[in-house]
């Protein structure tokens, strides 16, 4: 029997446990058997199921040479980042669903868990529930990539579904999503970008082969988003969504994060609600996407628990890094490339087609062109909206 440990008992931490004990017969079947034998959480939990298992000592788990596997569900890059590296220096191999610390440290920690003969897992940290971190190294290793996007924030997709279709405030949406255990600790990370900007430096280096750091990827998030603008979106065969995109571009990576107007007939337009959607393209499969639950505690939890019984299964086989630290020489400014824009501004006379008049607006879809000229040609007047749509 493996032993395994969880840091941190919040959604996600507290959803393992219980898949590990809903699924123990299939576990066991498939991997010999994982036993859970510390949680690890300042908090206290009198009553829960597991108290039995919590101690307050990260210490107790780094000391435990039984402990062959941990959980990090603690979120952040502070103490995950701490408790992560004591595991994998002990050679301990680290299953995790937290994004932040992939995005900021991943390459530094998947060196380290080679050095010590252990593997870093983080499937969990992009797209919730769905397959997608070990589709891109694994099913689609064959293609070279030259572009992948989605919708990659379930608290950000749901707010905009709900206020479409059943007319919720924001904050009405946002306390729903809270309540669901879909938005971060900090919800601002969903609603500004970030936590969308750490999810596709993720993918981008999965695809492209060096790290991304966050800092150097532009990233908007919904809070700009008017119900204006979705209703002139609306009346032109768009839908509003914020998506993570990345991309291939002579020799180069770049990715950003925005609000887009996505086609009514693309099939990203249909993921709604806490629903995530991942579009791939390569050049031997053409474009695959990926659908799925994007947050929340049991889907979290089944792609949390899956890398934990791939660890079982190859503790003595670890994994090498899925790709190098970042490179200047691979990596470009996403605002320097071009994007058809939809611009609603107050010039009578403008770039682009007119879709909509209305009183002193004048709503336009630019041809393509880089935000810096969009901005120049509308110099002198007052742009109300500035976003994306996507082609
Ligand atoms: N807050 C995140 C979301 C959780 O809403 O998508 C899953 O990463």
């Avoid at 393209?281 to 792609?303: D, E, R």
Wanted: proline content about 4%; charged content about 25%.
């Amino acid at each position: 029997m493996i032993k395994a440990a969880i840091l941190g008992f919040g959604t996600v931490g507290s959803g393992v446990a219980e898949v590990l004990s809903l699924n123990e017969d299939k576990i066991t079947r498939t991997t010999g058997g994982i036993s859970l034998k510390y949680i690890v959480d300042i908090r206290d939990f009198p009553g829960n199921r597991f108290e039995s298992l919590l101690t307050k000592d990260f210490a107790v788990v780094e000391n435990d040479p039984e402990v062959k596997i941990v959980v990090e569900t603690i979120g952040g890059a502070r103490i995950a980042y701490d408790f992560t590296k004591r595991c994998l220096l002990q050679g301990k191999t680290v299953v995790t669903s937290n994004k932040e610390l992939v995005a900021t440290h991943g390459i530094e920690l998947m060196e380290i868990a080679k050095e010590h003969g252990c593997t870093y897992y983080f499937e969990a940290s992009v797209g919730g529930g769905i397959p997608i971190i070990r589709p891109i190294a694994q099913c689609l290793a064959s293609n070279n990539i030259s572009e992948i996007y989605g919708i990659l924030n379930g608290t950000t997709n749901y707010i905009l579904t709900e206020m479409k279709k059943n007319g919720l405030s924001f904050d009405t949406a946002l306390r729903q999503a809270q309540e669901m255990g879909y938005a971060e600790a900090d919800p601002a990370a969903d609603i500004e970008g970030h936590d969308v900007c750490r999810k596709i430096c993720i993918l981008a280096a999965m695809c492209f082969g060096h790290h991304v750091y966050p800092e150097d990827v532009p990233t908007e998030g919904i809070q700009n988003i008017t119900a204006v603008d979705v209703d002139y979106a609306e009346a032109n065969g768009y839908k509003i969504k914020l998506l993570g995109r990345a991309l291939e571009h002579d020799g180069k990576a770049y990715a950003y994060v925005a609000p887009h107007l996505v086609p009514v007939d693309n099939l990203i337009a249909d993921v709604e609600g806490v629903m995530n959607g991942i579009v791939v393209k390569g050049n031997a499969i053409g474009t695959a996407m990926f659908y799925g639950p994007g947050a929340g505690k049991m889907p979290t939890a089944s792609a949390v628990v899956a890398d934990v019984m791939d660890a079982a299964k190859h503790l003595k086989n670890p994994k090498k890094p899925n790709w190098a630290d970042s490179d200047p020489e691979h990596t470009g400014n996403a605002d320097d490339l071009e994007y058809v824009w939809y611009v609603r501004s107050d010039a009578k006379e403008g770039i682009g087609l007119e879709i909509a008049e209305n009183e002193d607006e004048y709503v336009r879809i630019t041809p393509a062109m880089t935000k810096q000229a969009v901005l120049h040609a509308y110099e002198g007047s007052k742009v109300f909206a500035l976003i994306r749509v996507l082609q």
